[in-house]
């Protein structure tokens, strides 16, 4: 059995990487830490980076990477996937295989928080970084074909637990730590990125973010809401660039070692305690879903 420590990254492969970079930067509020002509690494704190942006032609996310426990190393997680009978690739930086439905898992080494990063965000000293900053990388949710085949892929293969579910097979909430959720899983019959999340930190937060997010032209399809399943309060932005929407979010409940799987009725109140349902496109990624939200929020603000 492997274990896990959080999640650490997620690497995007993306047509411009300059335009992207400064999306990361001017929009969301990253920093570049590492950059060379292919590539660019980028943080949200103190961390070395919690996203890269690679050039090349296939858009969309490339994988998920997640640190190990620091009991485990990468031999340990090569044994681990060779037990398993998972096809993997090891490098010195990484074990890198793919899940039931295609999607990238990296497991990486464990990071000690070292200097400014063992300290409380509001305990650092820096002067680089902007303010504005997001707390974390939270989760990665995926749109999928077989929910039970991912959930048993990610406890016994990845090494996550399940933390609830969503009906009997409407979804799965997959966790590491303390946060509700680091992966989750909504059957709706076609595998596709969804959403990577970021925690903003308290709710004040929320206007000033979506706000400047607004005035970079960004859509909103969804929020904010208060979802019934984790508790978080909740915002979309639309980013076609990375073919998936970036969910921007405060107050994920938290679990402990005791805690039990729930089954949350598949309900409007699971999804929404306040706050409207999500439009159709909000699980479409084509040209014309993206159009129409568009098109639809010029409607109501031109």
């Not at 938290?254 to 699980?283: A, I, N, T």
Request: aromatic share 12%; proline share 5%.
């Amino acid at each position: 059995m492997i274990k896990l420590y959080d999640i650490d990254h997620v690497k995007f492969g993306v047509h411009d990487l300059d335009a992207s970079q400064h999306a990361w930067e001017a929009e969301f509020g990253l920093h570049a830490t590492e950059k060379n002509p292919d590539e660019v690494k980028l943080a949200i704190n103190y961390e070395p980076y919690s996203v890269v942006i690679e050039k090349s032609n296939d858009r969309g996310i490339q994988y998920t990477a997640y640190n190990l426990h620091p009991d485990f190393t990468l031999d340990d997680a090569e044994k681990h996937l060779k037990e398993m009978g998972v096809d993997y690739t090891r490098t010195d930086d990484a074990v890198d295989f793919t899940d039931p439905e295609g999607h990238g898992v990296a497991f990486v080494p464990y990071r000690p928080r070292t200097g400014q990063d063992v300290y409380p965000l509001a305990s650092r000293h820096t002067d680089t970084l902007r303010p504005g900053r997001y707390r974390k990388l939270g989760h990665v949710n995926y749109l999928v074909k077989d929910v039970d085949t991912m959930v048993d892929f990610y406890v016994n293969v990845v090494g996550q637990q399940l933390a609830d579910r969503l009906g009997t097979n409407a979804g799965a909430f997959m966790r590491v730590g303390a946060d509700h959720h680091v992966n989750a899983f909504v059957n709706t019959g076609q595998s596709h990125l969804h959403h990577v999340a970021f925690d903003l930190g308290d709710w004040g937060a929320i206007p000033a973010t979506f706000d400047h997010l607004a005035q970079h032209g960004r859509v909103f399809p969804w929020g904010p809401v208060r979802h019934g399943i984790g508790g978080n309060m909740a915002g979309y932005v639309r980013t076609p660039e990375f073919d998936c929407f970036m969910e921007l979010y405060v107050d994920m409940e938290q679990l402990d070692d005791l805690h039990v799987p729930r089954e949350f009725p598949d309900d409007r109140h699971s999804s929404s305690v306040w706050g409207m349902l999500p439009p159709r496109s909000y699980f479409r990624f084509d040209d014309e879903s993206i159009a129409q939200e568009r098109e639809s929020h010029r409607g109501i603000y031109d």
